[in-house]
């Protein structure tokens, strides 16, 4: 792709927007910075980062005069592709991309890219410790916190990017094929951005588009959705399943994993050997095992990893034990599904912590989904009574309003038992109280550290 010259609308004032100002920049590009917050200050912005220095900022709407020059818009992933604006730069020819599209043409290396509704910054950071055992040279980016943008211009063609992308980044791609790819699981999830559950698997299905009969998708057998799409691919397949032996992917049977080829079934590893909790989580080491052996790493340099992989930073997360009661952060359980398999971690009596702000989600199944488990659910946010309304109609009437995460966190402890579990688990974005779900995380747990014995 070749950027020098060419007149380039950065949409978005975030990482992502920082990221792709500071490619664009270094490539000859002139830039254009665009929020549609008309009562945001341009001097703050520009004190966001060295990238925006002397470059153009509009705020507000984007003037015709502006939009009749450009050449190319790169949208941050939380800008909708539908917005009036983005639909209009696409009706005047402008070439309308993200950031993952735009470090894609832009880089070099191997792709792995991995995506789903659950799951997804497990198996990435998992995949992406496999690869550092393997390979010197190993990038991991995308929705997993380091934008590929970021990253782009330091890759050469031994480079081995393992990326964690979202539904958002792959409404923008063009041309984007990775070397292998994942789809985890498809369940439903941000319904207020993609509008319909058709519109969101076929964004996460996307990942696939440009794939050739060279390159390899790994897909869940359990999911049924992704069974199906599996049988119209042009890549070729593997698949993993927690439920069933496979003739070929990766399976778990009783408490051992194990990848099924054309001439031998070899035995990866017991579960219990793992730091991590749950089937889903088996699930994500499958995931990586199949994305790994596809890639061509040997068995024995994935089998390193497994046993010294630590869950990640939010996902259902030990903290620490008070009083005989142990404390977990499950911030990353931003929806129902993603919160289900956090209640099914959990082995005896549990204090849940949910609720926040509302993507249209259906709370039924992770009321079910309680089992007799929980105790007491403690509600925050703006989703709050609405997940009460949904509990009342199946039965469970244990729950609490709380106006604040402190004051949640205050009222388990002070009727949870030894030997019972306070888990936040929220089943709802963090948008409204927190920043972002890292952040909820970590004020959980300087809350809890600081509780008193």
């Known amino acids: 792709m070749v950027l020098k010259g060419k007149n380039v609308l950065v949409v978005g004032t975030g990482i992502s927007g920082v990221a792709a100002c500071e490619l664009l920049r270094a490539q000859g590009a002139n830039v254009i910075l665009f929020d549609g917050n008309k009562?945001?200050?341009?001097?703050?912005?520009?004190?966001?980062?060295?990238?925006?220095?002397?470059?153009?900022?509009?705020?507000?709407?984007?003037?015709?005069?502006?939009?009749?020059?450009?050449?190319?818009?790169?949208?941050?992933?939380?800008?909708?592709?539908?917005?009036?604006?983005?639909?209009?730069?696409?009706?005047r020819g402008v070439i309308v991309l993200?950031?993952?599209?735009?470090?894609?043409?832009?880089?070099?290396?191997?792709?792995?890219?991995?995506t789903g509704t659950n799951g997804k910054t497990t198996t990435t950071a998992l995949v992406g410790e496999i690869m550092k055992n393997c390979?010197?040279?190993?990038?991991?980016?995308?929705?997993?916190?380091?934008?590929?943008?970021?990253v782009a211009m330091e890759t050469t063609e031994?480079?081995?990017?393992?990326?964690?992308?979202?539904?958002?980044?792959?409404?923008?791609?063009?041309?984007?094929?990775?070397?292998?790819?994942?789809?985890?699981?498809?369940?439903?999830?941000?319904?207020?951005?993609?509008?319909?559950?058709?519109?969101?698997?076929?964004?996460?299905?996307?990942?696939?588009?440009?794939?050739?009969?060279?390159?390899?998708?790994?897909?869940?057998?359990?999911?049924d959705v992704l069974r199906e799409f599996g049988e119209q691919l042009f890549a070729r397949v593997v698949y993993f399943s927690s439920k069933r032996r496979l003739k070929q992917g990766i399976y778990l049977e009783g408490d051992t994993i194990y990848c099924s080829g054309r001439e031998q079934v070899s035995e990866v590893v017991n579960v219990n050997k793992l730091n991590l909790l749950g089937v889903h989580n088996y699930e994500n080491v499958?995931?990586?095992?199949?994305?790994?052996?596809?890639?061509?790493?040997?068995?024995?340099?994935?089998?390193?990893?497994?046993?010294?992989?630590?869950?990640?930073?939010?996902?259902?997360?030990?903290?620490?034990?008070?009083?005989?009661?142990k404390f977990y952060n499950d911030s990353k359980g931003t929806n129902?599904?993603?919160?289900?398999?956090?209640?099914?971690?959990?082995?005896g009596k549990t204090f849940l912590i949910g609720g926040g702000y509302d993507k249209d989600s259906q709370y039924?199944?992770?009321?079910?989904?309680?089992?007799?488990?929980?105790?007491k659910l403690v509600l925050i946010g703006a989703t709050r009574e609405k997940i009460a309304e949904c509990?009342?109609?199946?039965?469970?009437?244990?729950?609490?309003?709380?106006?604040?995460?402190?004051?949640?966190?205050?009222?388990?402890?002070?009727?949870?038992?030894?030997?019972?579990?306070?888990?936040l688990s929220p089943a709802c974005a963090s948008w409204g109280m927190f920043k972002n779900y890292e952040e909820r995380g970590r004020v959980f747990k300087d809350i809890v550290h600081a509780l008193k014995e």
């Open 391 to 423: 509990a009342r109609r199946h039965g469970f009437t244990e729950t609490v309003f709380a106006d604040s995460l402190q004051e949640a966190v205050e009222l388990c402890y002070a009727q949870a038992q030894e030997g019972e579990a306070v888990l």
């Open 158 to 223: 031994e480079t081995v990017v393992v990326a964690e992308i979202s539904s958002f980044q792959l409404e923008t791609i063009l041309e984007f094929k990775p070397k292998v790819s994942a789809i985890l699981n498809i369940t439903p999830d941000h319904l207020d951005r993609h509008h319909t559950m058709e519109a969101y698997i076929q964004a996460k299905e996307s990942i696939t588009k440009n794939q050739t009969k060279d390159q390899i998708c790994v897909l869940n057998y359990e999911d």
């Open 364 to 375: 039924d199944e992770w009321i079910e989904a309680f089992d007799g488990k929980v105790k």
């Open 286 to 325: 499958m995931a990586a095992v199949a994305i790994c052996l596809s890639f061509g790493v040997p068995l024995e340099k994935i089998q390193e990893i497994l046993v010294r992989f630590q869950a990640v930073e939010h996902r259902i997360e030990y903290v620490t034990e008070k009083r005989g009661v």
């Open 135 to 150: 390979y010197e040279d190993v990038k991991v980016v995308g929705n997993i916190g380091i934008p590929y943008t970021g």
């Open 39 to 91: 009562a945001a200050d341009t001097e703050e912005i520009r004190r966001k980062s060295k990238a925006f220095e002397n470059i153009e900022i509009i705020l507000g709407d984007l003037p015709e005069v502006i939009s009749g020059v450009l050449d190319m818009a790169v949208l941050s992933p939380g800008v909708p592709t539908d917005l009036p604006m983005v639909r209009a730069l696409r009706e």
């Open 336 to 347: 129902p599904d993603a919160a289900i398999q956090g209640i099914r971690a959990m082995t």
């Open 98 to 114: 993200g950031e993952i599209e735009l470090a894609y043409q832009t880089g070099k290396g191997s792709i792995v890219a991995i």
